[in-house]
């Protein structure tokens, strides 16, 4: 229950705080994105038109990730966790103006909703075969998330690194989403990709196919 009401929380003010900017980050400086009309020679609106293509693509790769986190709650019996996460799910599809706080609640909470989930697969319980329907309805979405992590964490490295090592006020106050992703991306994939094992485990004791799940893992190099 506790649960279910802090997700409730989470979808309810997610998307009603404005995104701000964040503190400075170390990085390897590497030719810039060119010519544009503000810092340092960069163009701002290529700079942001970047990061809302990146803030999309690490949105769906949640989204991923949630659908199969529900499948898999419902699999485990756990239908509290698994409604509160399905509201989760909507608040995030319908989300506007998302920003680097709203980012890191998101990613935090699907974490938390993963912490959960991998407890419950450390009991090795087996599934009726309704169950097992159920949770293999979760693996490909699970798999579609990582991939779509990597992704998202490659491209915001390679924007990131474009800028150099001394980014502007303006360029942090513009771009905020960006660093936010290029910094906590990687420890998402570390989390969810560590996760995959258990998941892999579990199903194998049930019988169930992994093949798209490890696909993607094998796809991470790890």
């Known amino acids: 229950m506790k649960l279910l009401i802090k997700i409730f929380i989470f979808a309810s003010l997610i998307y009603h705080q404005p995104a701000q900017s964040i503190g400075d980050f170390e990085l390897p400086k590497i030719p810039g994105l060119g010519g544009g009309d503000s810092a340092g020679g960069l163009d701002i609106d290529a700079l942001t038109g970047k990061q809302s293509e990146l803030v999309k693509l690490m949105t769906q790769a949640i989204l991923n990730l949630t659908k199969a986190q529900i499948k898999f709650l419902e699999a485990l019996g756990e239908k509290e966790a698994a409604i ?27 974490k938390t909703v993963q912490t959960l989930i991998n407890k419950k697969l450390a009991e090795n319980k087996v599934l009726d075969a309704k169950a097992k329907l159920t949770f293999a309805k979760g693996i490909p979405s699970y798999g579609k998330g990582l991939l779509g992590l990597s992704m998202t964490g490659l491209k915001a490295k390679q924007t990131v690194d474009s800028i150099g090592s001394n980014p502007s006020p303006l360029i942090l106050a513009k771009a905020g989403s960006l660093f936010f992703i290029a910094k906590e991306t990687p420890k998402a994939i570390g989390t969810f990709a560590s996760s995959t094992g258990t998941i892999v485990d579990f199903s194998t004791m049930n019988k169930i196919d992994t093949k798209p799940l490890e696909e993607a893992k094998n796809s991470l190099g790890r």
């Open 84 to 110: 509160a996460a399905g509201m989760y799910l909507e608040a995030l599809k319908t989300g506007e103006n998302i920003g680097k706080d709203n980012l890191k609640k998101a990613v935090e909470q699907t």
